[in-house]
């Protein structure tokens, strides 16, 4: 495998950092927790901390394992030495759909967002986004890093700084269940609120582009425990600050919350939020483009499995771009888009935890590693049958 040796290791731990936490807080944040609190009011703050439960395990999983696998592909690797290429095949084929069913989630969510400002050509615009972005990684890998890096910053900080704003808003009221929580109405939230979780092993992808390969664990513990501290103090001042039936009512919760400290905070959350989304969809095509590469060139697809004299893989860039901007052609509906990708990422999950309890003998990381799998195996079983 050659054309590996020419990957350019321009990663550090901060930008790998960034593009965890960029593929993970995009545009989920900004939605689900008033769908989260319409379906289950209070009680959805308990399904936020079981997902965040479930996805630390799988994180920690993989973190666990990641750095037994620091050659090319370290998904693949993984599944393959664990699993059989049997089995590695489709579970990394599973994987790249959902990456790419990913980009197209964002860049519809991104075209909601532009709409609040009553522009037209939304899908011109979305297509262009993501031309542009395949653009700047295609120029190298230390642009889209850097590129990744300041959009991370500039949607972290203000989300966190709204909710330590809203925090003096907080009333004990507000988080008191006006009614019981039913068993259907828990699974239902938990399913939804996993999307705003997915995205966090992006920083395990570019293993040959790191400047040290031991830093990939390291760096998806930062990410998860960025993510966890994030979204569960911003939701509990959601929640504490407006109450459930404001939230519940509202299809932007960030920015109804947010008027209570800015009177007109419509435009500047939409603006936070396509920030997020941009920081996003940066993330999922570097990940993306890395796995199609690294499949195509395990099984010597001409072309795909080739890298460009900047050590970036434009086939594999345009490729899994151009089909993320068609699938927009047949959907541009945010719900079915993310619907696909929360499921066909799922899987995978599961049979991080599972390598990781196959692999790692202590009692400690057998217990994670069965939490993991078996949170994420009910969740997938209830969105089928639930």
Not at 6 to 21: A, H, P, Q, T
Request: glycine letters at 10%; proline letters at 4%.
């Amino acid at each position: 495998m050659a054309e590996t040796s020419s990957y350019r290791r321009s990663l550090g731990l901060f930008e790998l950092v960034s593009l965890g936490v960029g593929g993970t807080i995009g545009s989920g944040i900004f939605v689900v927790p008033g769908i989260a609190a319409r379906l289950t009011g209070v009680w959805s703050l308990c399904a936020w901390l079981i997902v965040a439960v479930s996805a630390s395990c799988v994180l920690y999983s993989l973190a666990s394992v990641s750095a037994r696998f620091t050659d090319s592909g370290s998904f693949y690797s993984l599944f393959e030495s664990v699993f059989g290429r049997k089995a590695a095949v489709p579970l990394i084929v599973l994987y790249l759909i959902s990456s790419i069913f990913g980009i197209s989630t964002i860049a519809a969510g991104i075209g909601q967002y532009i709409g609040y400002f009553g522009l037209a050509q939304v899908l011109v615009i979305e297509i262009g986004v993501i031309a542009g972005f395949c653009g700047i990684n295609i120029i190298g890998i230390a642009l889209a890093g850097k590129t990744e890096t300041i959009l991370t910053l500039i949607k972290i900080v203000p989300l966190v700084l709204i909710a330590l704003l809203l925090l003096p808003f907080v009333r004990p009221e507000n988080l008191v269940p006006a009614a019981p929580l039913t068993a259907a109405g828990l699974f239902a939230t938990v399913i939804i609120v996993y999307w705003p979780f997915t995205g966090f092993e992006i920083s395990a992808i570019p293993v040959e582009e790191t400047t040290d390969p031991r830093m990939i664990r390291k760096s998806l513990l930062c990410v998860m425990a960025i993510v966890v501290s994030v979204y569960l103090l911003l939701n509990i001042a959601l929640m504490g600050s407006v109450g459930v039936t404001v939230l519940a009512a509202s299809p932007a919760p960030v920015a109804s919350a947010a008027a209570l400290i800015l009177a007109d905070a419509g435009p500047v959350v939409a603006c936070i939020g396509i920030v997020a989304m941009l920081s996003a969809i940066n993330a999922y095509i570097v990940g993306t483009s890395r796995i199609l590469q690294n499949l195509s060139a395990r099984f010597g697809i001409p072309r795909l499995r080739d890298l460009g004299g900047r050590g970036t893989p434009v086939s594999a860039l345009v490729a899994g771009c151009g089909i993320a901007a068609g699938l927009l052609l047949f959907s541009n509906h945010f719900d079915q888009l993310a619907s696909i990708s929360v499921i066909t990422t799922l899987i995978p999950y599961l049979f991080f935890c599972i390598a990781s309890w196959i692999l790692i003998r202590e009692t400690r990381m057998r217990v994670v590693s069965a939490v993991g799998a078996f949170s994420t195996f009910a969740i997938l079983v209830l969105y089928f049958f639930v």
